[in-house]
């Protein structure tokens, strides 16, 4: 059974940064394409980043030039490293494995707050 935990998020001030952790148990994230995802309130789940299997990475505009999407293969684990934060950066950030239409796993989320 595939298990992903995020951990990492917070309160953090505009400019300052936060890494995103995404443990995966039951699942190998590097054959795999892992994504982290956020939901704002109010507004629809969207896509921040993606890492496929073959390390190419994909950013959405919003966040590109400042976050990086990386993972560990020793670890098990995809990071999201997210630098110069906004206030609407705010949201639940989640963690995402795809591996067809019909095997989607999602993590339990990680709130991130940007906020003076």
């Known amino acids: 059974q595939v298990h992903l935990v995020e951990s990492g998020g917070g309160l953090v001030q505009p400019g300052g940064s936060l890494r995103l952790s995404c443990a995966a148990s039951?699942?190998?994230?590097?054959?795999?394409?892992m994504g982290w995802y956020r939901q704002a309130p109010g507004k629809q789940r969207e896509l921040v980043a993606l890492i496929f299997s073959g390390g190419a990475t994909n950013y959405a505009d919003s966040v590109k030039g400042r976050f990086t999407i990386s993972r560990d293969n020793a670890k098990n684990t995809v990071y999201l490293q997210m630098n110069s934060l906004k206030p609407e950066d705010t949201a639940v950030y989640y963690c995402?494995?795809?591996?067809?239409?019909?095997?989607?796993?999602w993590g339990q989320g990680t709130q991130v707050t940007v906020s003076s």
């Open positions: 039951g699942s190998i994230v590097s054959i795999y394409t």
């Open positions: 995402n494995q795809y591996r067809s239409t019909s095997f989607v796993y």
